[in-house]
């Protein structure tokens, strides 16, 4: 029988130790350490990476990696104002060491490597007690929809499609004209489509690009699940021509039908529920948030509210309608839950809520 050491290091990884964090990732996620089509190693190629070591939080018994909480610093863009921002993700302990208390130390760890950098929220993927009982919350509200096969029928819009291989600089031309996103280089979006780590198996990614006059206006990004769906990660532009190449990818890849899950407070969103079937409305997928420093997020968010007319100093948020105890719900749900808005003033409707990042896009760890 295995004999468990008493003595446990928590630290940064070394350069070396990713593939033991890997495999422990694998062993946990994948049921094995060396899966053969599924390695989370490849599916997340920046988290479980050499450069990002210095962000995945280890417990080590001797020489083995016995705990792993994974971090990400990946700014977003909200209205043109870059806001550091992190996300934790790959949360695993061995089995032989679960019920040890190693998964809170190493999270009270990457809440410190996050202060450290300057980031005071983040996105936690999944939502365990482990993180509600330290402020995690949810927030957001986004509508599924269903979109029928159809072939296009708009003479003016050109429609690429690539399925695989080289994706050209258009989708990040249009990603970056998006009101939030994440900060991400064209090179970046290519790893990131080819890992496809928002699946659990790795399919191929399958793109649709709307070009008009021959500007790129549109894109869809995602991939046809083994239920005869096509399933959107992310998608860009105008909503009607989303909805066209969503109709006619469904058509060229002779589907059931696609399927979108769009933010509520997305400007584009009206228009998806005129124009599509809503199936299901959830919070935000797949992962839960947390604000690490109130003041500190105010103080980054501030010039967004100076450009959305809202002008409060701190002090002066209503803070205490959202959570009395504790700023940092308070905050999340002030500035980006569309269910609790309402209970603001008039100033506030027009400046809030702030939409994030979709967690559950090609960033998603």
Do not use: W
């Amino acid at each position: 029988m295995f004999e468990r050491k008493t003595m446990i290091e928590y630290k940064k990884a070394e350069t070396g130790m990713v593939e033991d964090v890997a495999k422990l990732c694998n062993l946990v996620f994948r049921k094995t350490e060396t899966p053969e089509h599924n390695d989370m190693h490849l599916q997340f190629p920046f988290l479980l990476s050499e450069a990002n070591a210095h962000n995945l939080m280890v417990a080590v018994d001797g020489d083995r990696v016995v705990s792993h909480i994974g971090n990400s610093l990946t700014p977003m863009i909200i209205d043109g104002v870059e806001i550091p921002y992190g996300q934790i993700g790959a949360v695993c302990t061995h089995p032989d060491y679960r019920g040890q208390g190693l998964g809170t130390e190493l999270l009270f760890n990457s809440f410190e490597n996050f202060k450290a950098n300057n980031v005071n929220i983040i996105t936690i993927s999944g939502g365990r007690g482990l993180y509600r009982r330290n402020g995690a919350v949810d927030l957001g509200c986004v509508g599924e929809f269903e979109i029928a096969p159809q072939n296009s029928s708009h003479d003016e819009i050109q429609i690429d499609f690539y399925e695989g291989g080289e994706i050209g600089t258009e989708l990040i031309d249009i990603y970056n004209r998006e009101s939030s996103r994440y900060k991400r280089t064209a090179t970046e979006f290519q790893m990131l489509i080819d890992a496809m780590p928002v699946a659990a198996f790795r399919p191929m990614a399958i793109t649709a690009v709307a070009n008009e006059a021959g500007t790129p206006v549109a894109y869809v990004s995602g991939f046809h699940d083994k239920e005869n769906i096509f399933k959107t990660i992310e998608f860009g532009g105008d909503a009607e021509s989303v909805l066209t190449l969503l109709s006619a990818l469904a058509h060229k890849l002779d589907v059931q039908h696609a399927q979108i899950s769009v933010q509520n407070i997305d400007t584009r969103y009206k228009h998806f529920l005129k124009n599509a079937k809503l199936i299901n409305m959830s919070h935000l997928p797949g992962a839960t948030f947390m604000v690490l420093n109130p003041k500190g997020l105010f103080d980054q968010v501030q010039p967004i509210l100076e450009k959305r007319g809202l002008n409060k100093t701190y002090a002066e948020l209503p803070l205490d309608l959202f959570c009395a105890e504790d700023d940092g719900i308070a905050i999340a749900r002030y500035f980006f839950d569309s269910f609790n808005i309402f209970y603001s003033g008039k100033e506030d409707l027009k400046a809030l809520p702030l939409m994030l990042p979709n967690p559950h896009s090609y960033n998603y760890i």
